[in-house]
């Protein structure tokens, strides 16, 4: 291993069921509580007990940018772990194990690693001791490998174990202290340089962030079927309902969900729903009644391996396409894709009021890895104030719901107001909302009618565009020989890869979206000033590149395209550059 | 103090002359100002077919939605406004048929609307194809050989779905259906009223005749609808087809669950969060 290293990735693995995401929840969190940056993620299947589990997390003395390709230590809590992690480990690296779980010569696998096998049963004794615990034992000995603050790790059990009392929180203490000494009498810390900033930051995920931003932004009703990766938003704001007085349902199904949000939102409440691609798919009718009937909703799609069932605890950007085309005919709709933890705060704030300015439905993609790997993050504060555009509770008995209007939007009336009686159909109407679909179809003064309303509602997403859309961030030289294109939640990975490109003396730069749709004008000027042009997506057809083609005409001609189901690292996409460029 | 009159609309109905569903839209506009309600207390929520073009006809709110959805729009409607009375409409195969899922988690879930179903045993918009309510043996257009397939019974899958009123009414026994809306709009819970409201167009055997000779209100034969296991009976007796109310038991309605958050309806609550408040939810995850 390399001297004084600045950041260091670290894996747990095991069976599902082992305890490895509160292990990696107790690790993590005692790193950024002495200022170290984390980012982790979660290698998991769909299944309850069993097969091959791991947490990933990268520590850094500054922002890890990814959670890193190959750990440099792991921690194996299982008989069958050794087998498929120990190959994957950095040369000269260092594996923690429980020996009383995982009694062989583990050292036959590979001869370069150091290998630290603590036998739990005889270290501890006390009668009081369950098997989990020797997860708590090992994160001593990592805390101690490190050579990080064990105090810090000691203060956070106290805490997690409050409710539970003393009896435990010591016994926990005693546990994770057998760890430390351990490693103390029997082991040599590693030389690293992981020197926290002292700056206190939220240990936190993606969906966290939606639930919270959402929340934070005047969010009353949610609605959700729960379905992986999407389900953390449910369940962060199922525990917040009661003490912010929101309504939160599970209900029988996604059509279900995005119906009741819709109702919630005609009421005139700030309502959203999210879901991962199948239970999207399931909304997709809806989507089209919120564009028809005019309702704000916001809908979180956080993507997962497709199609159909796919690869449902896996990463990929697959769902692009199927949002552009959600629902039958045309109608207005914004689709808008964060680029990290912080951006899906304000991104879900911003949503809720967009969709109330433009009265259509905002979608944001999300996926996998930005919503279940979590970060340090520095607390979120609101930046943006609730903007509800044309809403009013009074009307007098010339009111027109669907009012033709310059901007395309129409005053909304919450209903309940005396005299302001209308109706919101999905059938096609007038401004009064009388329906021209039945007995007035075809007629003359309908086809007038019907050009003028349709217009009236495609008008917003002129409006949009100009008004809100704002236009890809370019990081990096200013003047490189490679630009590359990304959307969404790879923004940190396409960093990460252009600091090691540009380290080594390459010049690429980095053009990313967060506002896919409608496309703000600008956005072909910028590409056409680019130099050559790879497009990273974690998708098999680019449906980023082919959306801007359509939109701009521009033609992203070469791609980098990850569809196995895991995220990319920079390291991964600078490797796949280094290749493409040699095939130049 | 409003009157029938306050809730006719500019527009025309479009249904059929003698289509049911005149029937219970009159009902309506006679049962409202009995429970002192106003065109602006109301919100119509529909799906799709015939019967699911009622809010364009009477002058209340409305939403005039998807095929089968209605519920759970109602539903999401009355929490965010659980000051207004909310009226659900559909026909058979809004209800029984697309939207039954919906159904059986709407009565279970007990939120505080009136589910009105217009039921014709038949598809009428799409012209005449067999309907979840359709008889065994039904000949439509698309059973050319008789439908194979047994109705579906509105009242029992009530029943054991835990809807707290259950009731059934022919749509030309005006006074009778007038009694039960009123009951059931009173009703704190979900309340599904089966309407028997013939199509004159496309269904020949279920027709205004065979409803008036074939029904009997067990109101007056002296049923208890505080006894489930007699309501069951009624629902599946032969002999005459019953209406009236069947069931309805004082389970406190699904609102009662949330009554802090919706102490004040959803709609007016204050939006955001202090300074401090943000800051206590970011501390959790320190």
């Known amino acids: ?584 | 103090m409003s009157e029938a009159k306050d809730f006719n609309h500019e527009t025309h109905p479009d249904w059929c002359p003698g289509c049911g569903d005149f029937g219970l839209l009159q009902a309506l506009k006679k049962t409202y100002p009995l429970l002192n309600l106003n065109p602006h207390d109301l919100m119509t929520v529909s799906g799709i077919g015939c019967s699911s073009n009622l809010p364009g006809f009477i002058n209340t709110y409305g939403m005039h939605t998807l095929h089968g959805r209605s519920l759970p729009i109602a539903q999401g409607f009355k929490l965010g406004n659980h000051k207004m009375t909310v009226v659900a409409v559909g026909g058979d195969g809004d209800g029984y048929g697309i939207g039954v899922g919906h159904l059986v988690h709407a009565m279970r879930r007990n939120v505080d609307i009136t589910y009105l179903v217009m039921n014709n045993e038949i598809y009428g918009l799409t012209t005449g194809q067999t309907s979840p309510t359709s008889d065994l043996g039904m000949k439509t257009k698309s059973t050319p050989f008789g439908n194979p397939e047994v109705p579906i019974n509105p009242l029992t899958l009530a029943l054991a779905s835990g809807c707290g009123f259950v009731a059934r009414v022919y749509t030309g026994h005006i006074p009778q259906l007038v009694e039960i809306l009123k009951k059931a709009i009173e009703h704190q819970g979900f309340a599904l009223v089966d309407t028997f409201s013939p199509c004159v167009t496309f269904n020949k055997v279920n027709t205004h005749e065979y409803f008036k000779t074939n029904t009997v209100d067990i109101q007056k034969e002296g049923h208890d609808p505080s006894d489930i296991y007699a309501a069951y009976k009624q629902a599946t007796r032969t002999d005459k087809i019953a209406t009236g109310i069947f069931y309805q038991n004082v389970r406190s309605c699904y609102e009662a669950t949330e009554e802090e958050t919706l102490a004040e309806p959803l709609y007016r609550h204050k939006l955001g969060l202090t300074e401090e408040e943000q800051a206590k939810l970011c501390a959790e995850f320190i």
């Open chain 1, 1 to 584: 291993m390399s001297q004084k290293k600045e950041s260091i990735v670290v894996r747990i693995a095991g069976a599902a069921g082992d305890g490895i995401a509160s292990a990696a929840d107790v690790f993590g969190r005692i790193c950024a509580r002495q200022g170290l940056h984390v980012t982790a993620y979660n290698s998991y299947q769909s299944a309850i007990r069993g097969g091959h589990v791991w947490y990933q997390l990268n520590i850094g003395s500054q922002k890890t940018l990814s959670h890193g390709e190959a750990p440099d230590v792991a921690i194996l809590l299982n008989r069958t772990s050794p087998a498929v992690h120990i190959p994957q480990i950095k040369k000269g690296g260092v594996v923690l194990y429980n020996s009383s779980i995982i009694p062989d010569d583990l050292s036959s696998l590979r001869k370069d690693l150091t290998y630290y096998g603590l036998p739990f049963r005889e270290l501890v004794k006390d009668p009081g001791v369950i098997a989990v615990m020797a997860n708590t034992m090992l994160i001593g000995s990592l805390v101690q490998l490190l050579n990080l603050n064990p105090q810090v790790g000691l203060d956070f059990l106290s805490e997690e174990f409050t409710r539970k009392g003393d009896k435990v929180i010591q016994l926990n203490q005693l546990v994770f202290n057998t760890g430390v000494d351990w490693i103390k009498k029997n082991g040599k810390s590693l030389e690293l340089q992981l020197n926290g900033d002292g700056i206190k930051r939220m240990l936190l995920n993606g969906n966290h962030a939606f639930g919270m931003g959402l929340l934070a932004h005047g969010l009353k009703f949610y609605a959700a079927y729960p379905m992986s990766p999407a389900t953390g938003i449910l369940h962060y704001l199922a525990q917040k309902a009661k003490s912010h007085k929101m309504v939160i349902k599970q209900t029988e199904d996604e059509l279900a969900a995005i119906n009741f949000v819709i109702g919630a939102a005609h009421a005139g409440v700030r309502a959203a729903c999210a879901t991962s691609g199948g239970g999207f798919s399931l909304m997709v009718e809806a989507v089209g009644l919120a564009g028809m009937m005019e309702e704000p909703i916001v809908v979180i799609n956080v993507q997962r391996g497709g199609p159909s069932t796919g690869i449902p605890t896996k990463q990929e950007q697959g769902d692009l396409n199927l949002l552009l085309g959600a629902s039958h005919g045309e109608f207005p709709r914004i689709i808008l894709a964060p680029k990290d933890i912080t951006d899906a705060f304000h991104t879900a704030g911003r949503a809720l009021n967009l969709a109330e300015k433009y009265q259509t439905p905002v979608l944001i993609l999300s996926d996998l890895y930005l919503s279940e790997s979590f970060r340090t993050t520095e607390p979120f504060k609101v930046t943006l104030p609730i903007e509800r555009g044309k809403v009013q509770t009074e009307a007098g008995s010339d009111y027109k719901r669907f009012l033709i209007t310059e901007d395309g939007v129409s005053p909304r009336l919450i209903p309940g107001a005396p005299n302001g009686m209308y109706v919101s159909a999905s059938d096609e109407h007038d401004e009064k909302g009388i329906v021209i679909s039945d007995v007035l179809a075809g007629l003359p003064a309908s086809l007038e009618i019907r050009n003028k309303i349709q217009a009236k509602r495609m008008k917003k997403l002129e409006v949009a565009r100009t008004e809100d859309m704002q236009l890809p961030t370019v990081s990096g030289p200013e003047k490189a020989d490679l630009t590359l294109l990304g959307w969404g939640s790879t923004y940190d990975a396409i960093e990460e890869a252009c600091q090691i490109l540009n380290a080594n003396g390459h010049k690429v730069n980095h053009l990313h979206f967060t506002d896919l749709f409608p496309m703000p004008e600008g956005v072909h000027e910028l590409l056409k000033n680019c130099k050559e042009i790879i497009g990273v997506e974690n998708n098999f057809t680019s449906q980023m590149c082919r959306l801007i083609r359509a939109e701009t005409s521009y033609h992203v001609q070469r791609t980098i395209n990850r569809y196995d189901g895991e995220p990319f690292t920079g390291e991964d996409i600078a490797n796949r550059i280094k290749k493409e460029m040699t095939h130049v």
